[in-house]
């Protein structure tokens, strides 16, 4: 890897190159002869294999030029259409993706390459890949038994990946940018949620358990997991008289390879976008909840608790692991003899409810969901106002008073 500051001035020492080293895809050693030794992993070969090269010398300055010219190759790729896929999705990760990108989006984007991509097109050169090669990818996802979205999102990372290529003239023309998957999309469909009855089931039964308030403030404002898991006590204000949950932060998880392991691999990054950033005015019961989770975490924590650090931790007050909770939300809905749902339609639960709360403010609920507009919203949640009609009609056919 490049060394981390962009200066150009040659380090002096070993010592002082070790103090500039990007650790994580190389290593730099001082043998016990004396001899200066650096393997970098440049890409992969036409197989899928990893592509090793190493540099030695005794001499400092030496090696020093020799590790240069080595970066120098790493950073800037042949551009005559040899690279094979892997090697190019390579470089393409380290150099276009992991400077610009949110974890998420690394995580994304080196699964879709890594499970769906590489195994059936990383040996082929760019310059070889055609329009019958994407055919038969994509034709294989679906004999798999890929859902439409995910191969519609597999598409979209490839092409953005040889759209990259194109611009770097690595080759003259995208086979994927007029590519169109072969089967119609699939009808709309209402994501899955809880109803408001099936939410109060839920969480009568998950009283006593230490996630209570977690299920309770998903389900109430429809916030993301991540959200809440990043959640801190700073972003609290429980006292005055306008009591306020500020969400300024994702707590992610980084699963890339090319991401260096930070804290157990939790990442505390900003919102995705400005919208996301915003301020929920919290209810008395709110308020109630919230307070009671802050005393039990004093207790269980004890001189361990911060009060300006998570407000959902594990048992000794480290960030929090999105497969416990998981395991949990599986566990209280089997107990409440709930449907099966992924625990990301917490979110889609909640979201649904205020709009049937407030019957159909969909300015409101956005600012509330952190979305930029209304759009996603109607796109989504487009039954609730039939189901408003339904409640308006009963209403109506009850006798007057």
Not at 75 to 103: C, F, H, K
Not at 296 to 324: E, K, W
Request: with cysteine.
């Amino acid at each position: 890897m490049a060394p981390r500051t962009k200066s150009t001035r040659k380090p002096q020492t070993f010592a002082a190159l070790l103090r500039e080293w990007e650790w994580g895809k190389g290593s730099i050693r001082q043998e016990p002869d004396g001899r200066y030794r650096a393997t970098i992993e440049m890409g992969r070969d036409s197989t899928g294999k990893r592509i090793r090269t190493s540099v030695s010398d005794m001499d400092f300055g030496k090696f020093y030029s020799k590790l240069s010219e080595l970066l120098s190759e790493k950073a800037n790729p042949s551009s005559d259409g040899q690279d094979t896929l892997a090697s190019w999705y390579e470089w393409w990760m380290a150099n276009l993706v992991i400077p610009n990108g949110r974890t998420n989006k690394i995580n994304y984007y080196s699964e879709r390459f890594k499970y769906y991509i590489l195994p059936r097109l990383g040996h082929l050169r760019l310059s070889e890949i055609r329009r019958h090669h994407i055919s038969d990818l994509f034709a294989y996802l679906r004999s798999q038994g890929l859902a439409y979205s995910t191969r519609k999102g597999i598409r979209a990372v490839l092409c953005k990946c040889l759209n990259d290529a194109v611009a770097r003239e690595r080759i003259e023309s995208n086979p994927v940018s007029n590519f169109k998957l072969d089967d119609p999309p699939p009808a709309w469909e209402e994501p899955a949620h809880y109803t408001a009855e099936q939410m109060q089931a839920f969480l009568a039964a998950a009283e006593g358990n230490r996630f209570y308030p977690y299920w309770y403030l998903a389900f109430q404002w429809g916030l993301r997991p991540t959200e809440l898991l990043g959640l801190k006590w700073n972003c609290l204000t429980l006292d005055g008289p306008e009591p306020t949950l500020r969400v300024d932060f994702d707590l992610v998880r980084r699963r890339s390879p090319y991401l260096p392991l930070t804290n157990g691999s939790a990442v505390l990054e900003p919102t995705k976008t400005g919208s996301s950033k915003r301020t929920i005015y919290l209810s008395a019961q709110d308020v109630a909840v919230v307070a009671q989770h802050r005393s039990a975490q004093m207790a269980l924590l004890g001189q361990r608790f911060d009060p300006a650090g998570y407000v959902f931790t594990t048992v000794i007050g480290t960030p929090l692991h999105m497969p416990s909770l998981r395991r949990e939300w599986h566990k209280i809905g089997k107990q409440a003899g709930l449907p099966h749902l992924k625990m990301y339609n917490e979110r889609h639960s909640g979201l649904r409810n205020l709009l049937l709360q407030t019957d159909e403010n969909y300015e409101m609920v956005a600012a509330v969901a952190g979305h930029r507009d209304t759009g996603v919203l109607r796109r989504s949640y487009a039954n609730v106002s039939d189901e408003l009609r339904r409640k308006a009609l009963a209403l109506r056919s009850k006798p007057p008073v």
